[in-house]
Every structure is written in C-alpha cells, then in structure tokens.
C-alpha cells in the first residue's frame, strides 16, 4: 500500500465525539513509552503527523488522521499511565474501553509491545480482556533496531511461547523498527487486505 495522504481529523474525550463515517478504523495503542508515535509517523511516512514526546503518556485523546482519504488511523492513549492521579487513571481507562468496545467502524486493534522486555503481566492482562471481548486485534513490536538479531529473535520466541498459554491460535504478530522501517510493508499489507475484505 502506498501512502498518498495522511491528515489530523480530530481529537475527541470520549467515543461519543469520534467522528461519523463509514470507513475502517485501525487504533494504535500500547504502554507508556512504547514507541506509538514514532511507529504511526514511520507507518505514514510523516514525521511530524503524530506528535512524539521524551515524556511517557502524552496522548490523552483519542486522535484520528484520515489515510488515503478512505481509512482511518486512530491513536489511543497508552495505558499503564505514567505518573497520573486516580482520578485520570480512570478517566483514561474508560475513555479507552469506551472506543474500543462502542467503536463499531474498529477494524483492527493494534497492540504494540517493546521488543527488548520481558513479557508485562499488565500487557499480557490487557490483551486477554481483548480477546474476552472479541475485539480484533494483532501484536506489533516495537524498537527491533535496539536489539541483535539473535537477541530479537530470543525475546519474540519467549514472548510468544507465554502467549501460547492462553492463545490458541496466537494473534497475528510484526516486528518493527521506526528507525529503520522494518515491518512497514507488511503492516500496511495487512490493513490492506482487511480493507479488501471489508470493500468485498
């Protein structure tokens, strides 16, 4: 897929103000500091499209940004937040659930991991509700440049040997570099074909 346009729609609160259409949506979400904005510009192909921060935890919207005029991408605040009070917590916690589970144009969550941990029990935790809830969703990890082949290697395999403890099928899984655009094609082949799919 080649990118031809990608532009800032809106930021809403709540998925009650996302915006009215009929296209698909593909959400990015992941922990704090996992690389969501860099990963987005890489996939779009503009660096200046989602705004990246050294600060963990800076999306606090529900942002949308039109692609090629016939799809959207949607970038959802991380959870396990960074240094906020329990009443954001919550705030950001329902704002999310809400899209996730209201939002019926959702095609595909994408749920972005750092390659270079260990598996999280919170990730872990949230991609079981995920799958409780029926929502569609795939494993992109993030930040394979900090890391040796091997060592990459290694740390998927362990990550998706603990997936196989609860996942029969595993959910589809990329991996991905912003620094140096590995797993680029594939990921928006993959969009792609569910857009096909959908159109069919």
């Known amino acids: 897929m080649e990118i031809r346009s990608a532009k800032f729609v809106i930021s809403s609160a709540y998925a009650y103000q996302c915006p009215e259409h009929q296209l698909p949506e593909y959400a990015f979400i992941g922990r704090s500091n996992v690389g969501k904005s860099s990963l987005i510009n890489m996939l779009t192909a503009n660096r200046k499209l989602?705004?990246?921060s050294a600060t963990p935890g800076?999306?606090?919207?529900?942002?949308?940004?039109l692609i090629n005029e016939d799809w959207y991408l949607v970038d959802l605040p991380g959870y396990g937040f960074a240094q906020r009070s329990k009443t954001q917590r919550a705030k950001l916690e329902q704002m999310i659930s809400g899209y996730i589970l209201q939002r019926r144009q959702l095609s595909n969550l994408f749920v972005l991991i750092d390659c270079r941990h260990e598996p999280q029990q919170i990730d872990l935790e949230f991609m079981n509700w995920l799958g409780e809830s029926n929502v569609p969703f795939s494993i992109v990890f993030t930040k394979a440049d900090k890391l040796s082949r091997a060592r990459l290697t290694e740390n998927i395999n362990a990550y998706l040997t603990r997936l196989a403890e609860d996942w029969e099928p595993l959910p589809p899984?990329?991996?991905?570099?912003?620094?140096?655009?590995?797993?680029?094609e594939e990921l928006l082949k993959y969009i792609e074909d569910i857009n096909k799919e959908i159109q069919s």
């Not at 999306?59 to 949308?64: D, G, S």
């Not at 899984?173 to 680029?184: M, N, P």
């Open 50 to 52: 989602a705004k990246t």
């Open 173 to 184: 899984h990329f991996v991905t570099s912003a620094e140096t655009r590995l797993g680029r």
């Open 58 to 65: 800076k999306t606090l919207l529900i942002n949308h940004f």
